[in-house]
């Protein structure tokens, strides 16, 4: 089973059933996609490894007994296709849609030549999930994972079309989150170059969170020509350098932090600690 499943079947508290089947000697658990990096303020130079070490351990990780290693592969492959599809489906689901309104407002200016849409978040690495959870602004479940999307437009684009493009893409917001046969939640941010050659400066929290995903991002549709442009940016500028570091650094406090998890006073982390144990939020670039 996942450690979702097995929670399913047991119930209680998930920091104490993560450390049992941790330190148990009789259970073995199969490992199931990636680690990548995270921004998060509560953590000493704001990098963590995403998922977080419960999401990791719920949707990412096959638990069997001593003895199940074929049936543990197996099931962990399982597993594996199906993330791979429900990444798919959300990244076909994020094209369709942009690729649809840019095609309403290209008729006025040539959109695809000058706005790039770049996806980014769980969907870039495979990684997407389909476990329902409430969305943030409406608290309407939605299928999982969002679709982290960031618009950039050249300096020069009319201020009237980007209010445009702004609303339209609120508009397919709303319609997707509402939809029941959807209920996907795509995040996004539209901002002109010169708000990215800001962000280089790469001096606060928000400045390095924009840049990261920046960074993971990949090429969905429209100027290709801006997407490169950016991409450029960021590795002439030292800050993809500065972020493979702060991805670096993360794999180590991941450790340090299982570790702490493991051994510490339940009580004491539940009381204090508890944040290093559930999901970080990355909704600042979004909002």
Same mark, same amino acid.
């Given at each position: 089973m996942t450690g979702g499943e097995v929670w399913e079947h047991v119930g209680g508290n998930g920091l104490l059933l993560w450390r049992t089947c941790s330190l148990s000697s009789a259970i073995v658990m199969g490992p199931v996609g990636t680690r990548y990096l995270r921004l998060d303020r509560r953590v000493p130079g704001f990098g963590r490894l995403s998922p977080s070490i419960f999401r990791e351990f719920l949707t990412y990780r096959v638990l069997g007994c001593a003895g199940q290693e074929d049936a543990i592969r197996e099931k962990c492959e399982r597993v594996e296709?199906?993330?791979e599809e429900v990444s798919r489906v959300k990244l076909d689901l994020a094209y369709h849609t942009m690729t649809s309104l840019a095609s309403h407002?290209?008729?006025e200016l040539p959109i695809e030549k000058r706005v790039c849409f770049i996806i980014a978040g769980?969907? /870039?690495y495979a990684m997407a999930h389909d476990v329902p959870r409430p969305e943030r602004s409406t608290g309407k479940m939605v299928k999982g994972s969002d679709m982290d999307i960031v618009i950039i437009v050249e300096d020069d684009f009319p201020e009237s079309l980007m209010n445009r493009l702004d609303d339209a893409i609120y508009r397919e917001k709303y319609r997707l989150l509402i939809t029941p046969h959807v209920r996907e939640e795509i995040d996004y941010v539209l901002k002109r170059m010169g708000k990215v050659r800001e962000q280089l400066a790469f001096?606060?929290?928000r400045h390095k969170l924009a840049c990261k995903i920046m960074h993971e991002g990949t090429y969905l549709c429209g100027s290709e020509e801006l997407f490169h442009q950016v991409k450029v940016l960021l590795r002439e500028?030292? /800050?993809a350098e500065q972020i493979d570091i702060m991805e670096k650094k993360a794999g180590f406090f991941r450790k340090e932090t299982e570790h702490y998890l493991l051994r510490e006073e339940p009580k004491?982390?539940?009381e204090k600690s508890l944040f290093l144990f559930y999901p970080a939020d990355e909704s600042e670039e979004f909002e």
């Amino acid at each position: 089973m996942t450690g979702g499943e097995v929670w399913e079947h047991v119930g209680g508290n998930g920091l104490l059933l993560w450390r049992t089947c941790s330190l148990s000697s009789a259970i073995v658990m199969g490992p199931v996609g990636t680690r990548y990096l995270r921004l998060d303020r509560r953590v000493p130079g704001f990098g963590r490894l995403s998922p977080s070490i419960f999401r990791e351990f719920l949707t990412y990780r096959v638990l069997g007994c001593a003895g199940q290693e074929d049936a543990i592969r197996e099931k962990c492959e399982r597993v594996e296709r199906h993330i791979e599809e429900v990444s798919r489906v959300k990244l076909d689901l994020a094209y369709h849609t942009m690729t649809s309104l840019a095609s309403h407002l290209d008729s006025e200016l040539p959109i695809e030549k000058r706005v790039c849409f770049i996806i980014a978040g769980d969907i /870039v690495y495979a990684m997407a999930h389909d476990v329902p959870r409430p969305e943030r602004s409406t608290g309407k479940m939605v299928k999982g994972s969002d679709m982290d999307i960031v618009i950039i437009v050249e300096d020069d684009f009319p201020e009237s079309l980007m209010n445009r493009l702004d609303d339209a893409i609120y508009r397919e917001k709303y319609r997707l989150l509402i939809t029941p046969h959807v209920r996907e939640e795509i995040d996004y941010v539209l901002k002109r170059m010169g708000k990215v050659r800001e962000q280089l400066a790469f001096d606060t929290f928000r400045h390095k969170l924009a840049c990261k995903i920046m960074h993971e991002g990949t090429y969905l549709c429209g100027s290709e020509e801006l997407f490169h442009q950016v991409k450029v940016l960021l590795r002439e500028s030292g /800050v993809a350098e500065q972020i493979d570091i702060m991805e670096k650094k993360a794999g180590f406090f991941r450790k340090e932090t299982e570790h702490y998890l493991l051994r510490e006073e339940p009580k004491k982390i539940l009381e204090k600690s508890l944040f290093l144990f559930y999901p970080a939020d990355e909704s600042e670039e979004f909002e």
